[in-house]
């Protein structure tokens, strides 16, 4: 059993999720996509949710996380996509100039508990990565 534990819980709280960047725009390439990867793998360090594997595609975002039950999932959305627009717009400024203004992140976001088919969840993350790398190789 791959339960973690509070003081007084043990659990095991996984989420696949998604979410995309306003208007879903194709902004995510080489070194944005590793940069943004870098400020969500420490956004989720911060409130010690486990992210077990992720994929940044040009257009979308896949976590797999464990996130502790005093946190709701909506409660780390806020937090996660809040923080990391300000983070990458520090850190790449052209993108505010790009017609989002502040917005770098749309509205909602696509979240499923995860069960018996984690490596399900995995391998298809896996194979999104794969498809990126060549994505990446043939733009240059």
């Not at 339960?3 to 696949?16: F, G, P």
Request: aromatic share 12%; net charge positive; hydrophobic share 35%.
């Amino acid at each position: 059993m791959g339960a973690k534990s509070l003081s007084h819980t043990r659990w095991d709280c996984s989420y696949h999720i998604i979410f995309i960047p306003k208007y879903r725009r194709k902004v995510f390439f080489k070194e944005i996509r590793r940069e943004v990867g870098e400020i969500l793998r420490r956004l989720c360090e911060y409130k010690n949710v486990e992210l077990e594997k992720g994929s940044i595609s040009s257009d979308h975002v896949h976590m797999y996380v464990k996130i502790p039950p005093k946190i709701s999932v909506s409660e780390f959305m806020g937090y996660l996509k809040g923080k990391s627009a300000l983070m990458v717009f520090d850190r790449f400024p052209e993108m505010r100039q790009k017609g989002n203004g502040r917005h770098l992140w749309a509205k909602g976001y696509y979240v499923s508990t995860v069960g018996i088919n984690k490596d399900v969840i995995r391998e298809y993350i896996q194979q999104q990565e794969e498809a990126d790398i060549i994505e990446d190789r043939l733009s240059r």
